[in-house]
């Protein structure tokens, strides 16, 4: 379990993290969200005692890191794919942690065979693509067998089975009953993998909630009809005490209602249906209304001379 409480960065004027507090339960993937300069890198260096707080403490398995012996056995991290002597072999930079560990020097060679980097062992790591050095970062992250995982953008650089292969693992290791922690812009593969999230926003927490839950309570969920008898089926709709929405191309909208019930109804009143579909909005659109009050960076387009779009920072006032 990852344990903060009050947790406070400041670097001068500039708070980056303000009195946060939450627990990372083990059993489960817990995703860590928040906009570009929310503080969660901050906030996962300060959990390894890489930046010390202002304030507040972090506590991993109710031990603070600097106070863990041999602590790769007891929390591993990928926070930087290129954090490797580039002059070493993929096998020599993981036995020099192992040695610093006391981990088995064998305990190297499972972690390689485990990431799929087994045929590349021997060669030096300068010479890796994005991709390698991620997988190379995991297989530290592995190397002490650790109860507590935490990564930071573990699919960059990863082909398409290296990201189905990295969610796998990490429900894997949650299911063993480890505590897994995972920050990452990918709404789409964060959607697939969490079943847990932590939202910041500005350094402070916005939310601390189930997938679904925070879904759920961020974003409009709504039925979709389309039929060729839309006047039939709107005046079936009124009579049931329903309010539908045209939404353009002939479909209409409904919030608050079944979509087993509507069928039943449009199959009682004998109302042809083209379509019938519910619409649940993605982790993606929940994200932004949730966070659309603390972005800090912003974008927007302004016109040339030439028609083409430009993109021009947003006063943060306006």
Not at 21 to 39: E, H, I, K, W
Not at 177 to 183: L, N
Not at 203 to 225: C, E, H, P, Y
């Amino acid at each position: 379990m990852i344990e903060l409480e009050g947790l406070t960065k400041r670097f001068g004027a500039k708070v980056a993290v303000d009195q946060l507090s939450f627990r990372v339960q083990p059993g489960v993937v817990t995703g860590f969200l928040g906009p570009n300069g929310a503080g969660k890198s901050t906030t996962m260096r300060m959990m390894l005692d890489l930046d010390n707080p202002t304030s507040g403490t972090v506590r991993i398995d109710g031990k603070h890191y600097r106070d863990l012996q041999e602590p790769l056995k007891y929390i591993g991290a990928l926070l930087d794919a290129k954090a490797f002597n580039g002059g070493r072999t993929a096998y020599n930079n993981l036995l020099c942690l192992a040695q610093s560990n006391r981990i088995p020097s064998s305990r190297v060679s499972e972690v390689l065979d485990l990431v799929g980097l087994t045929a590349v062992g021997k060669k030096k790591s300068k010479g890796f693509s994005l991709g390698m050095g991620q997988r190379l970062g995991i297989a530290s992250a592995l190397l002490g067998d650790p109860r507590v995982l935490l990564f930071d953008e573990p699919v960059n650089g990863l082909d398409p089975e290296g990201i189905h292969w990295i969610r796998n693992l990490m429900k894997l290791l949650a299911s063993e009953g480890r505590t897994i922690f995972v920050s990452s812009h990918l709404m789409s593969e964060m959607a697939l993998t969490a079943d847990h999230l932590i939202v910041i926003g500005q350094g402070k927490l916005l939310a601390d909630t189930s997938m679904a839950d925070f879904i759920q309570q961020n974003s409009r969920s709504f039925v979709r009809l389309r039929s060729p008898e839309q006047e039939r089926l709107r005046d079936m709709l009124h009579g049931q005490g329903l309010t539908a929405i045209e939404a353009g191309n002939g479909t209409l909208e409904i919030d608050g209602a079944a979509i087993e019930k509507i069928g039943e109804l449009a199959a009682e009143h004998r109302i042809v249906l083209h379509e019938l579909s519910a619409q649940r909005a993605s982790l993606e659109e929940a994200f932004m209304q949730m966070t659309a009050s603390v972005v800090e960076y912003h974008a927007q387009p302004t016109a040339t001379g030439t028609g083409a779009p430009q993109w021009a920072p947003r006063d943060k006032g306006a």
